[in-house]
């Protein structure tokens, strides 16, 4: 695409810098801030020509609330206070999330999100931010991440050990969702003059090949992690399987009026961006991947999403940063692209929140960081998604996470989790699943002789034993 036409479709669009940085903790030493957010405004003022004015922080839950509710640390109000002045006299644009994955701890001991009262918390919470600050802060988003402290913590154990409770932890995300509709209602109340939306992990990727199963196993990865939240959020309803299930209602945490505040109107739409990925169905899992490396194939994340009907594979012939994220840079406007044709008109305005690309390995032969390369990846992805916004999508925001926020996502359960782990790197070797082996995805071919588990290609029909 051409210089005139990127710079065109990305006209109007808000740049700014997101960081996980708590404004209402103590600051930092100085040299530790600053060097990201220089590079990303040089980047965007070499690209398009426009200067980054927009910053968002997050608040601090913890910090301003650290012994229950109503009881503030009055020295962590004045922190955020001072922020947002000192932002607003060098002409930027303050933003400010409320909530960051971590909850106080009085509230994480009664249960976190398990519990439908940490809803009502969060709702009054805001409202008290909403009248303090509301006057100085230009977008209001309520969550960082609605499926982190959710689906990840409660549901799958990611985050804190022994918490997974498979789907008796569903009841979090009901309940988070129902604090961002009760949030958003109260910030309203308060007079705020800013924006108010929240934040999804959204999730795409591509059938590893053109199997119908592996198309169906795709459908099945972005309805429980797009839809399990933008139903919701967009239709005033759950989620339902193929199998004409809710899973989340159907733990019988919904009460009378509940959806109606879930589908509360959202001024914008905050999408956190990682990587995409490559998607097949658990039975063929033996066809997708080589022989030796079906067993890297056995990692935590595949043990849970076999039983939802889909697994995740590396993708082929494809070049990785050192996180191990694929560089696909059309990957983030496919996906944009996949929530359009689902939502359409109900969408409302998107703001991209990019976590990065993992770049910077990206360096030169001299071993310095490839300021050449890093904006070439970021200008091919740009152009994608300035393809889209020229169609009609409605993008009203693009920011960059600084690169040291989520490392642990980054370097655990991004790279190791998405199995695209470096060939000198070993990566997780567990048992294989004794489902997996008698009655699962492997189970046709240890019948065709793979006995050991380390020859699972099914012999080919009419072919003899490999």
């Keep these: 695409m051409s210089d005139g036409f990127l710079h065109e479709s990305l006209r109007g669009v808000d740049w700014g ?96 999100w398990l519990a439908r009262d940490t809803a009502e918390r969060f709702a009054a919470y805001a409202a008290d931010l909403g009248r303090r600050f509301g006057d100085r802060v230009e977008r209001w988003i309520t969550s960082t991440d609605l499926a982190g402290p959710t689906l990840a913590d409660h549901v799958a154990g990611m985050y804190s050990p022994g918490r997974g409770a498979g789907r008796a932890g569903l009841p979090a995300v009901h309940h988070i969702l129902l604090a961002n509709g009760l949030a958003t209602q109260a910030l309203g109340a308060a007079g705020v003059t800013g924006r108010i939306g929240t934040t999804v992990t959204l ?23 797009n839809r399990l939240f933008l139903d919701p959020l967009l239709l005033g309803e759950h989620m339902v399987t193929e199998d004409d299930v809710a899973p989340v209602a159907a733990t019988g945490c919904v009460r009378p009026g509940d959806m109606e505040i879930i589908a509360v109107a959202q001024d914008l739409l905050g999408l956190s961006w990682h990587t995409p990925f490559r998607v097949t169905a658990p039975e063929n899992l033996p066809r997708v991947l080589p022989a030796t490396k079906c067993r890297s194939a056995l990692n935590e994340v595949n043990r849970l999403l076999v039983g939802l009907g889909f697994a995740i594979v590396p993708f082929e012939d494809v070049e990785t940063t050192a996180y191990g994220w694929p560089i696909i840079p059309e990957g983030l406007a496919d996906a944009v692209a996949g929530l359009c044709d689902l939502y359409g008109d109900l969408l409302p305005a998107l703001s991209v929140v990019d976590n990065g690309m993992g770049d910077l390995d990206l360096v030169d032969g001299g071993g310095r960081l490839d300021d050449a390369r890093r904006r070439a990846l970021l200008r091919a992805r740009l152009s994608w998604l300035a393809g889209l916004i020229a169609a009609g999508v409605d993008v009203c925001g693009y920011e960059y996470w600084s690169v040291l926020d989520n490392l642990e996502a980054k370097f655990r359960y991004t790279r190791l989790y998405a199995m695209a782990i470096p060939d000198h790197e070993a990566g997780p070797r567990p048992a294989m699943p004794s489902d997996w082996v008698h009655g699962g995805a492997f189970a046709a071919a240890l019948a065709a002789g793979a006995g050991t588990g380390l020859r699972l290609v099914p012999r080919a029909q009419g072919a003899g034993a490999s």
């Excluded at 990727?205 to 429980?224: C, H, I, N, V």
Aim: proline share 10%; with cysteine.
């Design 17 to 112: 810098v997101a960081t996980a940085d708590t404004i209402a903790a103590p600051p930092p030493p100085v040299p530790e801030r600053g060097g990201h957010f220089r590079q990303w405004t040089d980047d965007i003022r070499q690209l398009l020509g426009v200067t980054a004015d927009t910053h968002r922080m997050v608040a601090g839950w913890p910090q301003l609330q650290p012994d229950g509710p109503g009881s503030w640390d009055r020295e962590a109000l004045d922190r955020c206070d001072r922020a947002l002045d000192a932002l607003l006299d060098e002409g930027t644009r303050p933003a400010v999330t409320l909530f960051d994955r971590t909850l106080p701890p009085w509230l994480d001991a009664a249960g976190g």
């Design 203 to 225: 999730v795409g990727g591509y059938a590893a090949t053109d199997d119908p199963y592996d198309r169906l196993a795709l459908e099945r990865l972005e309805s429980w992690t």
